[in-house]
């Protein structure tokens, strides 16, 4: 039966999982409030990649996920999360970050400084024991890598859940939106000093310069041409943008975002936008959470893995919290809202399973590191609606809060 099946049926057997599977999990089980919809997507993707799927059923996984399917599923994948990233820049108030600089740069510096310190804390805790480095990663590497795990905040995940708090475009879910992007762009120039390319730090400085060239332009045209066609035009620049960043090293989420950083929201029309990044999440960004699961392959490993992902849970939450709480205390925050946006930034997921992931490929970590933090990842994301949903409630004021 399986050599009588094309690739276009078997990759539709497999976008029926992608699509089925969590649904079904999220809509029955009514995880919603613990594990949104984009958690369970995660976690099946995890579970049907594979570690698991693969291993319990490997003539099936080999089947349905063959690399043919899997690179039709990651191309996909790729193309959604980048526009989704886009739509994040686009609605992020670049004068608004501007005018508040020191507020954003003070919370952003401080949300990735102390969860990296403690994250590194605990990495250097862990490489006192055998079996976390991986062959070809020095002790400073691993540390590094670890602590800037523990430091991330999944941009594209923190979208859909201040969405889902309704949050998102309201002026505490554009502060927190301002901090994550920062700390999100420094992720990828950490990343290139872990992996020592200098070559690549040469050609990031060369997008960044080149970029600054590009976004000019791109104002000056946007304003010039017709609201239909601000669109087709958007989706290049994203192409471009996206192409430019992965060829420089910053990774191509880097260059979605910055790609809608520099376009102004008020050229496109609000309904459309909202209609536009709906049917995205809707049609195409299951397949980028699923895959992304899939493509993780990972060994349990014994009990010291979950040791050492609640240690790691720990150190990035409580370090998150605690450099969010200071930034609070310097910038005269009122009580509980440093609470709310420390939860919110210490969101890890997909962001942090790809710099993970990275870190594996070159072996710097190994298959037990990578699955303890894989396991703080998941585990910190559904944290976070139960955690924030009823501080917001008793703090409501705070939605409109600028900074």
């Given at each position: 039966?399986?050599?009588a099946?094309s690739?276009?049926?078997?990759?539709?057997?497999?976008?029926l999982?992608?699509?089925?599977?969590?649904?079904l999990?999220w809509?029955?089980?009514?995880t919603?409030h613990?594990a949104p919809?984009?958690?369970?997507?995660?976690?099946?993707?995890?579970l049907?990649?594979?570690?698991i799927l693969g291993a319990?059923?490997?003539?099936y996984y080999?089947?349905?996920?063959n690399?043919?399917?899997?690179?039709?599923l990651?191309?996909i994948?790729?193309?959604a999360?980048?526009?989704?990233?886009?739509?994040?820049?686009?609605?992020?108030?670049?004068?608004e970050?501007w005018?508040?600089r020191?507020e954003?740069?003070?919370?952003?510096?401080?949300a990735l400084a102390?969860p990296?310190?403690f994250g590194?804390?605990a990495a250097?805790?862990m490489l006192r024991?055998?079996g976390?480095a991986?062959p070809?990663?020095q002790?400073?590497?691993v540390?590094?890598?670890?602590?800037?795990?523990?430091a991330?905040?999944?941009l594209?995940?923190?979208?859909?859940?201040?969405?889902?708090?309704?949050?998102?475009?309201?002026?505490?879910?554009?502060?927190i939106l301002?901090y994550a992007?920062?700390d999100?762009?420094?992720?990828?120039?950490?990343?290139?000093c872990?992996?020592?390319?200098w070559?690549?730090m040469g050609?990031?400085?060369?997008?960044?310069?080149?970029?600054?060239?590009?976004a000019?332009?791109?104002r000056?045209?946007?304003?010039?041409i017709?609201?239909s066609?601000?669109?087709?035009?958007?989706l290049?620049w994203l192409?471009a943008?996206?192409?430019a960043a992965?060829?420089?090293?910053?990774?191509f989420?880097?260059g979605?975002?910055?790609?809608?950083?520099?376009?102004?929201?008020?050229?496109?029309?609000?309904k459309?936008?909202d209609e536009?990044?709906?049917?995205?999440?809707?049609a195409v960004?299951?397949?980028?959470?699923?895959?992304?699961?899939l493509?993780?392959?990972?060994?349990?490993?014994?009990?010291?893995?979950?040791?050492?992902?609640a240690?790691l849970?720990v150190?990035?939450?409580?370090?998150?919290l605690?450099?969010?709480?200071?930034?609070?205390?310097?910038?005269?925050?009122?009580?509980?809202?440093?609470?709310?946006v420390?939860?919110?930034?210490?969101?890890k997921?997909l962001i942090?399973?790809?710099?993970?992931n990275?870190l594996?490929?070159?072996?710097?970590i190994?298959?037990e590191t990578?699955?303890?933090l894989l396991?703080?990842?998941?585990?910190?994301?559904?944290l976070?609606i139960?955690?924030?949903?009823?501080?917001?409630a008793?703090l409501?004021h705070?939605?409109?809060?600028?900074?």
């Amino acid at each position: 039966m399986h050599t009588a099946m094309s690739t276009t049926e078997i990759f539709l057997i497999a976008m029926l999982i992608i699509f089925t599977v969590p649904y079904l999990v999220w809509r029955i089980g009514r995880t919603d409030h613990y594990a949104p919809l984009v958690v369970v997507q995660i976690i099946g993707g995890i579970l049907l990649g594979p570690g698991i799927l693969g291993a319990a059923f490997p003539e099936y996984y080999r089947f349905v996920f063959n690399p043919q399917v899997v690179t039709a599923l990651n191309g996909i994948a790729w193309w959604a999360v980048m526009m989704f990233v886009w739509v994040a820049g686009i609605e992020l108030d670049l004068r608004e970050t501007w005018r508040r600089r020191r507020e954003t740069g003070v919370t952003a510096g401080l949300a990735l400084a102390v969860p990296l310190l403690f994250g590194s804390l605990a990495a250097m805790l862990m490489l006192r024991f055998d079996g976390w480095a991986g062959p070809n990663g020095q002790s400073w590497q691993v540390i590094l890598g670890i602590g800037m795990a523990c430091a991330v905040t999944a941009l594209p995940i923190l979208v859909l859940l201040m969405e889902k708090l309704d949050i998102l475009r309201q002026p505490i879910g554009q502060r927190i939106l301002r901090y994550a992007s920062m700390d999100d762009v420094a992720i990828w120039g950490v990343l290139a000093c872990i992996l020592l390319d200098w070559d690549r730090m040469g050609r990031q400085l060369g997008f960044l310069a080149g970029f600054a060239i590009a976004a000019f332009a791109i104002r000056r045209i946007m304003t010039r041409i017709p609201a239909s066609d601000r669109w087709y035009v958007g989706l290049v620049w994203l192409a471009a943008c996206g192409f430019a960043a992965d060829w420089a090293g910053l990774h191509f989420m880097v260059g979605a975002f910055l790609s809608g950083a520099v376009i102004d929201a008020d050229w496109f029309d609000q309904k459309q936008m909202d209609e536009f990044r709906g049917n995205i999440l809707l049609a195409v960004m299951p397949v980028f959470f699923l895959s992304t699961g899939l493509r993780t392959n990972w060994d349990v490993g014994g009990l010291a893995v979950f040791g050492a992902a609640a240690l790691l849970l720990v150190a990035a939450v409580a370090g998150k919290l605690a450099g969010i709480h200071l930034a609070g205390r310097l910038l005269g925050w009122e009580k509980g809202e440093a609470s709310i946006v420390g939860w919110l930034l210490q969101t890890k997921a997909l962001i942090m399973i790809i710099f993970a992931n990275i870190l594996l490929d070159k072996q710097i970590i190994t298959n037990e590191t990578f699955t303890a933090l894989l396991l703080m990842a998941v585990g910190s994301t559904m944290l976070t609606i139960p955690v924030v949903k009823p501080r917001l409630a008793r703090l409501a004021h705070l939605r409109d809060k600028k900074g």
